[in-house]
């Protein structure tokens, strides 16, 4: 089992930037790609970022490439999610997911362990 827990919402205003964290328990962090989704009041959970299991390789959804930052300290047992230049419509509760696989994952099945989110509010 891999717990884990993510921190660092809040509300914002639009332009402003914010820093996910999500810090993990049990197994091996190391031994896991990484992945942040989020989800919007009546909308299906999107893929943010992927991250593989040393870091070196990452991924973003569309709609926060050039503007969001993955990455992980595989010492802390952490992933991080930097957010800059936030929108109204990036407002959503963000989940990090912890996923077995070797290979580029953004679909939310291919993800073993999920945390319980943390609600960011980008206000106009």
């Known amino acids: 089992q891999v717990q884990l827990v993510e921190s660092g919402g809040g509300l914002v205003q639009a332009g402003d930037s914010l820093r996910l964290s999500c810090a993990a328990s049990?197994?091996?962090?190391?031994?896991?790609?990484m992945g942040w989704f989020r989800q919007a009041p009546g909308k299906e959970r999107e893929f943010v970022a992927y991250?593989?299991?040393?870091?070196?390789?990452?991924y973003y959804g569309d709609s926060v490439k050039g503007r969001f930052t993955i990455s992980r300290d595989n010492a802390k047992n952490t992933v991080y999610l930097q957010m800059n230049s936030l929108k109204p419509e990036d407002t959503a509760v963000y989940s990090c997911?912890?996923?077995?696989?070797?290979?580029?994952?953004?679909?939310?099945?291919?993800?073993?362990?999920w945390g319980q989110g943390t609600q960011v509010t980008v206000s106009s």
């Open positions: 049990g197994r091996t962090f190391s031994n896991y790609a």
């Open positions: 991250i593989s299991r040393t870091g070196s390789n990452t």
């Open positions: 997911a912890a996923s077995s696989r070797w290979v580029l994952v953004i679909r939310t099945t291919e993800y073993n362990y």
